[in-house]
Each structure stands twice: as structure tokens, then as C-alpha cells.
């Protein structure tokens, strides 16, 4: 099978096309033909060799979220699975590729109404989304800043906070991304300076940037607030000083649960976007041959919603 490799830590361009073992489902497997890979900023880092969730060593095949359709089952799997379209993560390796084989309990049927592409859209971003809303327990009459509006997560995040009942604040980078966000109440630019000032006490903010901006968003939480951390695209974490956040009352966020949890937020998410509730933001697709394309966008910073490959 074709599949795409990263022998050794460094930019996009340590991502090379090549052939692969054809994976088989061994016990307690099924084996799924990949249509669409999802593509993370997380993965960019591990790429880069940074840091982060993720723990392996090259050569491997990259990819930790894919969506497609059962081909075989291994042992003690029910045959009737074959044929069924899913969504799965293959625990963190293994994605960019024409088939995986992965855990029968890790995948997630796709709703007949779900077009598979949205499926994978949502797959992780949609499960952190509702998972952080959820953490933060987003109210009817919230104000509720979300940074990084314009990009997958953070997309989702304006979409859920607005059906829970909250005001929405959209945070972006620069015009054509504060052009992109879709759904809020208002909209800033936190390239210009002093773009805090201007958003008034906020309930909940929602950090997918951190660095400085992170740190400026906790500065406008009102007492008895709630912040959640869920990307860095700055590259750091904000600094949010703990001493601060107990004197104000603040709640900040650092998990949203474990793997009981995430599976329950990622079937709420595939059904609300099957009911046309929670609509994802695909703004590229690259072929899988040409995933460091896909990895130097979204290094770029000028991607929008979700990038997918397409096997």
C-alpha cells in the first residue's frame, strides 16, 4: 500500500511517500480502508520533534485520526462490521496510509446522514470541542471568548458555546483570518495592539493560542471565571499564574476527561453533525502523497477549519 513516512524529526519536507506493509486485523481488529486522514497541528510538532503527546521514534508512519470502511475483521470481531463506515484514531501512528488496522473498540460509526469527510472533521475536534464546553460548563448569558476562532477546534467551540446559550466572542489572526470566522457574536483581531481592551469582562475563555494572547484573554476573566487551554499555536503555553487565578476565583481547565469521557463526547459530536447542528469548516485538502503540503499550511498559518488528506 502507499503510505506516507517520516524516518527522521525535521520540517514538512521529512515526510516522503513511499510503499508500506499492507496491515492485517489480528484479534480483536478490523481493518479499514482509509478514504480521509485528519491532520493536526499537534502532528506538526511531533514532526519537528517538539514535544508533546505523542511518544514514538522514526521511522514510522504518521497519522492518528482516519476515516473510511471496514475491509476485514480479525478474530472474535463481528463479521457483521465489514462494509460499516468509521471514524477512528489509531493511537497516534499509523494514519497516512491507504488501510490501518486498529482496535473493533476504537472505531465509531459514521450516521448514514454524515458525509464521511465532515466525520473526520469532527472526529478529534469535534470531541475536544464538546469536551471543553463541557468542562467549562458554558451557561445561557455567558460571555465566551474563543481564540483561534477561524480553525477547526476553535470553530466548533463558537458553534457550541452560541447552543448553549452564550454571547460569542471570535478571536483570529489578522483580516483574512478574522474575515473567516463564521457564527459569532463579534469578532477581533489579536494581532493589533491592545485588542483585549476592548472585550469587557469575560465568563469563559477558551485558550487555543497561548503565549501572550492566552495571557491577555485570563486577564479579562471576570471573578469566578472559567479558562480552558486547547492548543498553542504560539508555540508555548500561557503563563497563568496560579496565585491570580485562586485570588479571582477562576477555574482553569487542564483535562476533560478520560477515555470513557472522550469516547461519549466524540458520539455526541458525530451526532449533532449528523443532525446539521455542529457543522465543520473543511478549508483544505491535500492528496495523501502530498502530506508535507499539508503539514507547511498549517505551519503557515494560513489554513482555515480543518485539513484533511485524501488516500
Do not use: C
Not at 520533534?49 to 478474530?75: H, Q, T
Request: charged residues 20%; proline residues 6%.
Amino acid at each position: 500500500m502507499r503510505a506516507v513516512w517520516l524516518r527522521e524529526f525535521g520540517g514538512p519536507e521529512v515526510l516522503v511517500p513511499g510503499d508500506a506493509p499492507d496491515p492485517v486485523a489480528g484479534p480483536g481488529q478490523v481493518l479499514v480502508e482509509v478514504a480521509f486522514a485528519n491532520t493536526t497541528f499537534v502532528e506538526t510538532q511531533f514532526r519537528a520533534g517538539a514535544p508533546g503527546p505523542f511518544r514514538a521514534a522514526p521511522p514510522l508512519i504518521p497519522g492518528n485520526g482516519v476515516g473510511g470502511v471496514i475491509s476485514a475483521v480479525g478474530e472474535g470481531v463481528d463479521p457483521g462490521l465489514a462494509g460499516q463506515r468509521v471514524v477512528t484514531s489509531t493511537g497516534g501512528s499509523g494514519g497516512y496510509a491507504q488501510r490501518v488496522a486498529v482496535d473493533a473498540a476504537a472505531v465509531f460509526a459514521v450516521p448514514p446522514s454524515l458525509e464521511l469527510d465532515a466525520a473526520v472533521a469532527v472526529l478529534a475536534d469535534g470531541r475536544t470541542a464538546t469536551g471543553l464546553v463541557h468542562a467549562t460548563r458554558v451557561r445561557p448569558g455567558d460571555r465566551v471568548l474563543v481564540e483561534a476562532a477561524a480553525g477547526g477546534v476553535g470553530g466548533l467551540l463558537v458553534q457550541l458555546a452560541k447552543a448553549a446559550g452564550a454571547f460569542v466572542i471570535g478571536a483570529a489572526g489578522g483580516p483574512a483570518k478574522v474575515a473567516r470566522v463564521q457564527a459569532a457574536d463579534a469578532v477581533v483581531d489579536y494581532l493589533l495592539p491592545d485588542w483585549a481592551s476592548s472585550l469587557g469582562e469575560i465568563d469563559v475563555v477558551f485558550d487555543g493560542v497561548g503565549g501572550s494572547i492566552g495571557a491577555a484573554a485570563f486577564g479579562r476573566l471576570r471573578r469566578g471565571g472559567r479558562m480552558a487551554a486547547y492548543g498553542l499555536a504560539s508555540g508555548a503555553w500561557a503563563e497563568v499564574s496560579e496565585e491570580d487565578a485562586a485570588s479571582r476565583g477562576i477555574t482553569v481547565v487542564r483535562s476533560i476527561g478520560g477515555a470513557e469521557e472522550m469516547r461519549a463526547f466524540t458520539e455526541s459530536a458525530l451526532a449533532e453533525a449528523a443532525a446539521g447542528r455542529l457543522v465543520p469548516v473543511i478549508g483544505q485538502r491535500f492528496p495523501l502523497e502530498k502530506a508535507a503540503d499539508a503539514h507547511a499550511a498549517i505551519e503557515s498559518r494560513t489554513t482555515v477549519g480543518k485539513t484533511l488528506l485524501v488516500a
